[in-house]
């Protein structure tokens, strides 16, 4: 029995509708076929059950990228679990936020991590992926009755997901998505960007954020499409993919590397039909230049964990570089003042945005999504934007304090807390200066208490704290702070003085 609400159902039919087309090649081998899709999810569902887990309860999955890892992704839709998913890059310490306050059911890791993560698990369930290890969930899987899984009855607005997105309070919130969320703003995409139902999608994203999660393995499933898989971004194997595949998602990141590369020509891009970057503001030269090498405009769209996908170019019309074109339909944008009103067009303000796509709220959190949301069901995004008369949009800034490199989001507060708690720190600024491969990268300035205390020690603190992604990527040493009148830290001044660091790694 289906339940329309919930979107596994969505993805059965499209995979009942797409026969025994492949569902998901690895080079030249079909690992994955549509019409065995609904056979595997309900193994690894039945497995899922079999351990536990209810419609309601938590899952949350620590693991590399893998098919088997989509598959545990769509048994837990199909489930009614709310599926937790968690960047590989995070350490225990980190991680031990995260379960205490997803209070999971089943905790799902990789092997190496075992160790570490049954000390924090708590009364969850705690299983590796893994088919080596006896007791793993591959292996109770194999063992797991064939007989179909029903699929879980859900209300639209009954949770799929749960996404933590740092703050810029250094405390970590939980996006709470539903069902409805993320079906709705795929149909929308599937419609927006053309998908054709021959389209191959090259997946080079990480499985545990909004974008290779959702938007690249929803679009490529509710569109019967075939996805090239890729276990992380190789740009050689990439290009090896291009004349058998039509479309490719990346984060700006991608581009560069690709359009620096010589393997990247008009004639290898041929059979492409579409190139998307999000995540991260594309550079213009970057759109340039791939322009220039493919003849095919980068089409450059806006998102948001908390609100999916928000706005995008066209597909067909002019694809501006710097901008990142229309609220999608459905979806109701406006730049706003402070207290929510809408400025001027041309003027910039704060993006604030509403529309089926936002979510239902910070986990546990009410008080923090208060803070959020104006009266009238607009959500304050937190970057600063410009609208035109045609409301096409531009992201010029972020009222966050907010890093973002190679698409992954960092809050320098996080951060500074960390190493202020150092023995012989003082205090420290955090910031994000231009980096010509990651779009920015991490910098901490750091003032001493002792002079002792130096740039390795510090890391070395850092190494087992932080993910390796949010660890400042230099260390800068100064007698002071630069502060204004009020006592607050000039960052804007720090990034000025530092924006060089970089300029010829
Ligand atoms: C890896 N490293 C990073 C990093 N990724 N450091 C800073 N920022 C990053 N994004 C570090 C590693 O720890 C390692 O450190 C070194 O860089 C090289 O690691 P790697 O594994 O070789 O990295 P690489 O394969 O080059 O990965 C870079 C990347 C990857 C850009 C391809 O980070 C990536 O796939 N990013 C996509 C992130 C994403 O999906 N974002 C979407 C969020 S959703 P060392 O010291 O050990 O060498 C969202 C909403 C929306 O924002 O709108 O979509
Ligand atoms: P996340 O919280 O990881 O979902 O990251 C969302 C943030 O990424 C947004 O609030 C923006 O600051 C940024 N972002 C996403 N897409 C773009 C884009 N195309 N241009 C500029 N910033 C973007």
Redesign the pocket.
Known sequence: MTDPANLYAHIAAAAEQAGNKPLIVEGDTVRLRYDALDAETARWANALTDLGGQPGDRIVVQVGKSIENVLLYLASLRLGLVYVPLNTAYTAAELDYFIADAEPVIIVCDPAAEGSVAGIAGDAKLVTLDATGSGSLAERVSQASTEAAPIASRAADDLAAILY?SGTTGVSKGAMLSHDNLASNARVLLDYWHWQSDDVLIHALPIY??HGLFVALHLALLGGSTIRFHKAFDADAIIADLPQSTVLMGVPTFYVRLADHPGVTRDASSAMRLFIS?????LESTFTEFEAKTGQPIL??????EAGMITSNPYEGNRVPGT?GFALPGVSARVADELGNEVERGTPGVLEITGPNLFQGYWKKADKTAEEMRDDGYFI???IATMDAEGRVA?VG?AKD?I?AGGL?IYPKEIELAIDAIDGVRESAVIGVPHPDLGEAVVGIVVRETETIDESAISAVLENRLARFKQPRKILFADALPRNAMGKVQKAKLRDDHSELFAST
């Open positions: 997105t954020h909004v999000g995540s991260a503001p594309l450059e769209r806006y998102g948001m964990t990142v995004t937190g970057d992201i972020r907010l973002i989001n």
